[in-house]
């Protein structure tokens, strides 16, 4: 979904929160960046003018810069496998870019001409196979694609739902997707949970094995195109989270919050006016189970300690849109034209 707002952002450098938490900057451009994945050492990014790239975590001195295509396309997609990284430019025509890991080669592998071609995630489910999802078009059908690395392509879910005998996912009107932090689509074992947002929010869950797909209703704020899910993590097969709210709305904190303990099935709205406002990426800590997560707001970044219960806000950081960790002390964000890495103290 187009409607996402960037916000300017009014602090540099090194920089200490309540005693918790440390910032430093990583990284400088013009650019948006709303795609961040973690190898080899190194944090990767796709954004806005073609721009795509690494910084080096250990010496951030250490960083490059290449352009996937001479057009200024957007890009707020980002995956990878043990070979190459992928990713996707919002609206249409939709160009599929495989970046080789060895050498940044660039190969445009698919491209989708379908004037509602919006990509609004994407995720690698296993080394074989990644899994991303487009605005749909005018008959509602969730636009569900397979990337399959080995044979450079791209299956289409109608088409392969349409031969298995199996049920196309309709959409409700105005019910879609936003491109906020490469995050409403998650995946646990061979299951994958897209979230959709407007003026109906949802969870659609897919054994993508079986390509059997069930559609969850959820509480969180929805009516408006601009409100909705902008964000899902999962821990395991059970315990899952997903925040949003209003970009419209920044301070709004009504019922943009919710958990599930069933796999997506049933939701609980959590702290409901009692947290910081819209989120548009949300982040389990590695190896707590689902009980320590952090979440980003265009205004500021929140943490919780109780699987989502209650929040604190950790930071007034303002201008960033995605996150990721590193591993279970710090953290790397990145938005309006810079990447930072945050510490916990």
């Keep these: 979904m187009k409607k996402i707002l960037p916000l300017l952002f009014s602090l540099f450098g090194v920089i200490i929160f309540s005693q918790k938490v440390s910032f430093e900057t990583v990284f400088n451009d013009k650019i948006s960046i709303r795609a961040l994945e973690i190898h080899d050492d190194k944090v990767w990014y796709s ?5 795509f790239g690494y ?8 960083q490059k810069q290449i352009k996937l295509s001479e057009e200024k396309l957007q890009f707020r997609t980002l995956a990878h496998n043990k070979d190459a990284f992928y990713t996707i430019n919002i609206e ?5 870019f495989r970046i080789d890991k060895k050498d940044l080669s660039v190969v445009n592998i698919y491209t989708d001409t379908l004037k509602t071609a919006f990509y609004d995630a994407l995720i690698f489910v296993n080394d074989e196979h990644a899994v991303t999802f487009s605005d749909p078009a005018k008959d509602l059908n969730l636009k569900l694609s397979f990337i399959m690395p080995k044979l450079n392509s791209v299956l289409d879910f109608n088409t392969i739902s349409k031969k298995e005998g ?22 646990y074992g061979t299951t994958i949970w897209i979230a959709t947002g407007g003026k109906s929010s949802r969870i659609i869950k897919i054994d993508y094995t079986t390509l059997k797909s069930n559609i969850y209703k959820i509480p969180i704020i929805q009516g408006e195109s601009s409100q909705g899910i902008y964000s899902i993590d ?21 019922n943009n919050i ?8 049933t ?21 707590s189970k689902g009980r320590e997560m952090v979440a980003v707001g265009d205004h500021h970044i929140s943490y919780s300690s109780d ?29 309006k034209d810079r990447i930072v890495k945050m510490k916990f103290k």
Excluded at 92 to 96: D, E, K
Excluded at 236 to 253: C, L, R, S
Excluded at 258 to 265: L, R, S, W, Y
Excluded at 309 to 332: A, H, P, Q
């Design 92 to 96: 249409s025509p939709a160009h599929f």
């Design 307 to 335: 699987f989502g219960k209650t929040w604190k806000k950790i930071s007034d950081e303002k201008g960033l849109f995605v996150c990721k960790w590193i591993d279970k002390k710090t953290m790397v964000f990145a938005g």
């Design 234 to 254: 999962f821990a395991n097969e059970k315990f899952g989270i997903a925040v949003g709210g209003d970009y419209t709305k920044q301070e709004a904190n009504i």
């Design 55 to 62: 910084v080096d975590l250990k010496d951030s001195k250490n």
């Design 166 to 187: 199996f049920n196309i996912i309709k959409l409700n009107e105005g019910e879609a997707a936003f491109a906020a932090s490469n995050t409403n689509i998650a995946h």
């Design 47 to 51: 954004g806005t003018d073609s721009k």
């Design 267 to 287: 939701w609980q709205i959590q702290a409901s006016g009692k947290n910081s406002g819209y989120m548009t990426c949300v982040k389990i800590k590695p190896g």
């Design 258 to 265: 919710a958990t599930t303990n069933d796999g997506g099935k």
